[in-house]
């Protein structure tokens, strides 16, 4: 069989897109993702999502990690299958779609290049030592670091994923340095088993973290550097409860193809 796909990336982190609106693909093969998201003998992505058709919704976002497992909510992925649904004329500028954590509304500019979408909201943040531990629809665990350009991303956030305490479930590890009025994040991402370029829930979840450790409250607005570029991060944060969560960022078709699986 013959698979037609799209390519996208949004700020550095890469994901193959598929129209499954006719339900053509049985993605439930994890050998087969596997296979289409590694570098050298697939596409290559950080993961893989299939757009489908949803009776409530504009559509549905079936997301994979680059392992071939079922995903939880994936920032930058949700961007990407935005902007994918605005190519294919499903939506216009905005829509409601849903996701393996519930239903997100997104905007996107009348070009097709920057997507607002909005996040879960979240009300919880633990610690573990001086690390923040917090879920934005995906598990993260939000350290400082100095020098960040130079760490070994790869080592640090291995040895933390695995550890006794997040070795079962996973949990990807944000790494954080002050930039400006912002700040520099660099994320070691469970089921991808390596760093990434961008993880959108990630730097959402530095930036929630970030303004709890501040002090800060009322409307927030966090610029965040990753390898791959620049995001943005709108919220309401009145003490207890972060509100209207918007991830913002470009979202860029690069290529599309056929591969025979």
Not at 34 to 57: A, N, V, W
Not at 191 to 204: K, N, Q, S
Request: hydrophobic letters at 35%; proline letters at 2%.
């Amino acid at each position: 069989m013959k698979l037609h796909f799209y390519k996208y990336q949004g700020a550095g982190n890469d994901f193959i897109l598929v129209d499954n609106r006719q339900n053509i693909v049985n993605h439930y093969d994890p050998q087969l993702l596997e296979r289409l998201c590694d570098r050298r003998f697939g596409i290559g992505g950080d993961g893989i999502m299939f757009l489908q058709s949803h009776p409530e919704y504009d559509f549905e976002m079936v997301y994979y990690n680059a392992d071939g497992q079922p995903s939880s909510m994936c920032g930058n992925g949700g961007r990407c299958i935005v902007a994918f649904a605005k190519f294919l004329g499903v939506i216009n500028t905005e829509t409601e779609f849903l996701a393996v954590d519930g239903s997100h509304y997104a905007r996107i500019s009348e070009e097709g290049d920057w997507v607002s979408l909005q996040m879960i909201d979240v009300d919880t943040i633990s610690r573990d030592a001086e690390a923040y531990v917090l879920n934005t629809g995906s598990p993260h665990y939000v350290t400082f670091a100095d020098n960040l350009k130079e760490k070994d991303v790869y080592a640090e956030g291995y040895a933390i994923r695995n550890n006794d305490t997040y070795r079962a479930e996973g949990i990807n590890i944000n790494f954080v340095e002050s930039n400006g009025n912002g700040y520099f994040v660099r994320t070691f991402e469970r089921g991808v088993e390596d760093e990434t370029f961008a993880c959108g829930t990630g730097v959402t979840a530095v930036a929630l973290a970030m303004a709890k450790h501040n002090g800060q409250t009322g409307h927030i607005t966090t610029p965040v550097k990753v390898l791959g570029g620049n995001l943005n991060i709108l919220f309401n944060y009145d003490g207890e409860k972060f509100t209207d969560i918007f991830l913002e960022g470009p979202a860029m078709q690069v290529f599309e193809g056929d591969i025979m699986i």
